[in-house]
């Protein structure tokens, strides 16, 4: 049986390198040097955990095979990171027409905000102001302090400080915006 901080670490690995690639793709569609920053501390954050999972590979008992299909995965979900990371290093770039066209056709857009101290949303839930209904905003992840959070819910709460990514339209990040500030009648 693997470990079940092995099973934690590649799950979180797989979502960062997830939300690596939706923030790579915004980076470079809004043309946002600081959203490919996000990537690089994501993916900072990637390797670290990709350090411990390796360490914990070799002191867990499963077999041989077990273990290299593991490696395998991870190997797999690092690709896709790497990817992110290539894609957001094109941010500020001059790209041709037909890749602007392309991203600019996109509808869904991704939304990195820090919630401010005193801010409207902080210590409420995410259900409680019903951010979905009120903003068209879907969280996607949060991450506090040093940890990142994934699979957030309706029940968690928002922190000072909290840097929030999100996937929504333009118009989604407007009223998310207003709602951050309380000029959000909800």
Known sequence: MVNINIKDN?????NMS???MDLSY???????????KHVKEL???????ET??????FKVKINDAERLALMDFLEYIKDYAN???????LAGNSLPSIVKEILSETDERVVAVTIPKNSFLENKTI???????NTGLKIISVKRGNKWFFNINKSFRFKSNDFIIGAGTLASNELFNKMLKGHLKI
Not at 43 to 49: A, K, L, P, R
Not at 52 to 57: A, I, S, Y
């Open 26 to 36: 915004s980076s470079l569609f809004l043309n946002d040097k600081n959203l490919s």
């Open 52 to 57: 411990e999972t390796l360490k914990l590979m």
């Open 43 to 49: 993916f900072e954050d990637f390797v670290s955990i």
């Open 127 to 133: 259900g409680s102001v019903k951010v979905m209904t």
């Open 18 to 20: 997830e939300l690596m």
């Open 83 to 89: 990817a992110a990371m290539n894609v957001s290093r």
């Open 10 to 14: 590649l799950l979180d690995m797989k």
